[in-house]
């Protein structure tokens, strides 16, 4: 086909293109506003590293630093535990089990440094923070308790959420426009590569590829 006939199909179904495209930009819009809950995410971030004594100067080598790195790591997996989790809904009298708490947390070191990064999603932005907040005071407490070592250090409080993490109105709206607008222009160049009626001049000089010399016009019998 060439480009102008790509164009007339579209023309001749642009009804259908129309409203497939926009039904699917509304749904979108109406589910991610009206239905779908709205989750709120929390950071809180830890260092891993013991206190060092400020009247000592420090003397810290490269291999401490590649050791607190490998730290991160095991405390990572460590704020996943479930003494952890116990620790986190005993505190905050929370009525979950803590598998659920757990898949509610993310835990990621940060690159290569000896920082770790603790994220809670919740339903309840005022949870979010709370969990995220215990978490990693909890994580202090129980490590320190296990492994016989302070090795988990706190940064500043996480803050309460203002805005949801998901879902992404515009971004969903956006992206269902798209998806509405591809699946609406396959289903008519579908339509018109099942259409195998002959319509115009031109279909019958495509089908039997001899030019048309006349046409005989419908009139209506006169009595």
């Known amino acids: 086909m060439e480009l102008m006939e790509y164009f007339t199909i579209i023309k001749k179904r642009i009804l259908l293109v129309i409203l497939i495209t926009l039904g699917a930009t509304v749904l979108s819009g109406v589910l991610s506003y009206f239905v779908i809950t709205p989750s709120y995410k929390a950071d809180i971030s830890v260092i891993i590293g013991k206190v060092e004594n400020k009247t000592e100067v420090p003397q810290a080598s490269m291999n401490d630093v590649l050791m607190y790195q490998k730290l991160v790591k095991t405390y990572s997996e460590f704020a996943k535990s479930r003494k952890v989790s116990d620790d986190v809904i005993a505190a905050l009298k929370l009525k979950i ?31 979010a923070m709370n969990i995220a907040n215990q978490l990693a005071k909890s994580l202090k407490v129980v490590s320190n308790d296990v492994k016989k070592a302070d090795n988990v250090q706190l940064l500043d409080e996480a803050q309460m959420p203002t805005a949801p993490d998901s879902p992404n109105p515009k971004l969903n709206i956006a992206i269902a426009f798209f998806i509405g607008l591809m699946i609406s222009l396959g289903i008519a160049f ?5 259409d195998n009626t002959v319509k115009s001049q031109d279909d019958i000089e495509k089908l039997t590829g001899i030019p048309v010399i006349g046409i005989i016009p419908l009139t209506e019998d006169k009595k």
């Not at 089990?97 to 993310?106: D, N």
């Not at 940060?110 to 309840?124: A, H, N, Q, W």
């Open 97 to 127: 089990e803590p598998s659920e708490l757990q898949s509610m947390v993310t835990v990621e070191p940060k690159g290569d440094t000896e920082f770790l990064t603790i994220t809670v999603k919740s339903k309840d932005p005022k949870e």
């Open 190 to 194: 579908l339509l018109e590569y099942l």
